[in-house]
């Protein structure tokens, strides 16, 4: 405030200093940023970090501006640091320049008495920075202007922010991967550049590659998102990495290969393109029957994983509000991936996902209500045991099998005693009986759909 320049006094301030009056603490002096400013930059404040922040490229926590400060006896300061790209954005989108003001006084307080009559000097270095000078005995002070201004054009900046909308990136990078162009009918090395393939509108006169034209990977590829399920949801056909981007259209094939079109992995930040190209292989066959429906056809599918069914029935029995089922916690339903390698691991969390899934969600008294009311008796088992004395009402002996619920808690059950012989036993026996661990759990989720076919029937 009071700057001296009708210029700077027109400006908009970046940064507001504010004390909370009264209040007792450290806490009583903050600072406040221009709420247009984090409004435009999509900015939120994080107090974990003291920082505004947002989601990078690839869905890592930026700092963007951050406020440190440092309290002691004699003295308190703090930073606030912008990070210069975002700033130059904004800068540039609203015609503006960057006015940095600095006042640095020294002198000896317990010997100060006056400024005195000598001079002041004003220094020009440029027509951006300039500042006034004094020194006077064991005092001096420095005071000036430097004008930060875009360094970039408003309409780079412009085309930049609109290519971040798209999923275009700024100073895009392209990988080649081993791919099959069945335009030409070989398989071959295709660069993600838009340039190295066409499409079906452009193709007129040229020889290139479709961009559909799919690259193969070993399933491994997929592990590093399956294991980062606060930064990574992994669907039945697409990746989306928080507010940072997003991969469609994957699939598996009958070789078990995961597979993806040239188009959508050149939309992927270069560090994931690097990391899908580490896994990339010739294809051991061709895409999978569901992308080519989907995908060529444009048709819909009338199969799908039973995995997918769970979910569907889970999704409804949340809309209708089952008395005798609670979905715990929503982030499940995106939480369980089909297991696709050879890792005992993955295969054992898959079945953990589906146990806090559907097993946690059985409420155990309202089971019991519904054994009172047919009159049956019971102890203190829990929902598994409980349901299996509804289903079992006909049976001779009282009680009907839950076959694949049993299953899914055996394994969660056994999931931190990987190296005990009863474990090791399951999974060997799971390999010999199903030959993957792909293959096996499938088979439970198509037992887990049937039975919770039969208890919703005798439930509701």
Known sequence: ??????????????????????????????????????????????????????????GDLAHIVSVTSRYSDEAEATLVSFSWEKLEDYLAISNSSLVRMFDFTLLRRESFSSWGNGPENFHRISDDFFYRQKISG????????????????????????????????????????????????????????????????????????????????????????????????????DIQCRAAWGLRGFDVNDAGQVHAYICDL???????????????????TGISKRAYINDFKGDFVNFTHPLQEILSISRRWNTEKKAWWKLRNETLLDAISVPLTSSRDEWSESFMGLSQLIVEGFDVSAIRKKLDDLGVSYEKEQSIALLEKVCGRSHKNGVTPLTGLRTVQRIRQIKGHAGNKEANQIARDVIAKHESYSEHFKHVCELVVAELGIIERLMT
């Open 266 to 284: 050149r939309d992927l930040p270069y560090g994931e393109q690097q990391h899908w190209a580490s896994y990339n292989e010739e294809p051991k």
């Open 138 to 237: 064991n005092a001096a002070y420095t005071r000036g202007v430097q004008i930060v201004r875009p360094k970039r054009k408003a309409s780079k900046v412009s085309n930049d922010i609109q290519n971040g909308w798209s999923g275009r990136r700024r100073e895009k990078q392209y990988v080649e991967f081993i791919a099959r162009d069945w335009r030409n009918g070989k398989v071959t090395k295709i660069s993600t550049d838009p340039k190295a393939t066409t499409n079906y509108f452009e193709a007129a006169g040229n020889t290139l590659p479709h961009e559909l034209s799919p690259a193969f990977f070993r399933p491994e590829v997929l592990s590093k998102y399956k294991t980062d399920r606060e930064k990574y949801t992994v669907g039945e056909r």
């Open 1 to 58: 405030s009071h700057a001296g320049a009708k210029t700077l006094d027109a400006g908009t301030h970046l940064v507001f200093g504010r004390t909370f009056e009264g209040w007792a603490d450290d806490n009583r002096n903050y600072f406040e940023i221009s709420q247009e400013y984090t409004h435009l930059s999509g900015i939120h404040w994080r107090p974990e970090y003291r920082s505004y922040c947002q989601f990078d490229d690839n």
